[in-house]
């Protein structure tokens, strides 16, 4: 996936069809009067990035093993062979965890502000390539 950031260009690489309910932006949540609507973009259209969002939170897991590997790299030296040992057994016992947490691919939303006046918010990234010249 290419990396977004916020001020590039970019345009949408496949046609993308928006559907479901659609509420005038000026309501309030309690006023808003659904409208059922449908809006086709096609592939190619060109805009600007405005926000990037990655979802970077980490499991409970991970954030034990961060904790531990730490612990060990910094104190493990310094700590009885046994309490040392327990140490080493728990962050091995943690690492599948922290490998699969390194190799997944981080979730990616953006809101760009199409040429055309659309504003789309929370799209995928995977969705948008850099625009050319």
């Known amino acids: 996936m290419t990396t977004l950031v916020a001020?590039?260009?970019?345009?949408?690489?496949?046609d993308l069809v928006l559907a479901?309910?659609?509420?005038l932006a000026e309501g309030t949540?309690?006023?808003?009067e659904a409208v059922a609507g449908t809006l086709a973009l096609a592939a190619g259209l060109e805009g600007t990035v405005d926000r990037v969002h990655e979802?970077?939170?980490e499991?409970?897991?991970v954030r034990e093993y961060v904790r531990l590997k730490s612990l060990l790299d910094d104190y493990g030296h310094q700590m009885?062979?046994?309490?040392?040992?327990?140490?080493?057994?728990?962050?091995?016992?943690?690492?599948p965890e922290w490998a699969a947490f390194?190799?997944?691919?981080l979730h990616v939303t953006v809101r760009v502000r199409l040429d055309n006046g659309f504003v789309l918010?929370?799209?995928?990234?995977?969705?948008?390539?850099?625009?050319?010249?």
Do not use: C, Y
């Not at 001020?7 to 496949?14: E, K, M, N, S």
């Not at 949540?29 to 808003?32: D, F, Q, R, T, W």
């Not at 918010?121 to 010249?133: N, Q």
């Open 59 to 61: 499991p409970p897991m």
């Open 7 to 14: 001020g590039h260009r970019v345009r949408l690489g496949a």
């Open 102 to 105: 390194q190799q997944r691919s």
């Open 80 to 95: 009885p062979p046994e309490s040392r040992g327990r140490l080493e057994e728990e962050v091995s016992t943690l690492e």
């Open 121 to 133: 918010d929370d799209i995928p990234g995977d969705v948008l390539v850099p625009a050319s010249g």
């Open 20 to 23: 479901g309910s659609v509420t």
């Open 29 to 32: 949540p309690a006023e808003k």
């Open 55 to 57: 979802d970077v939170s």
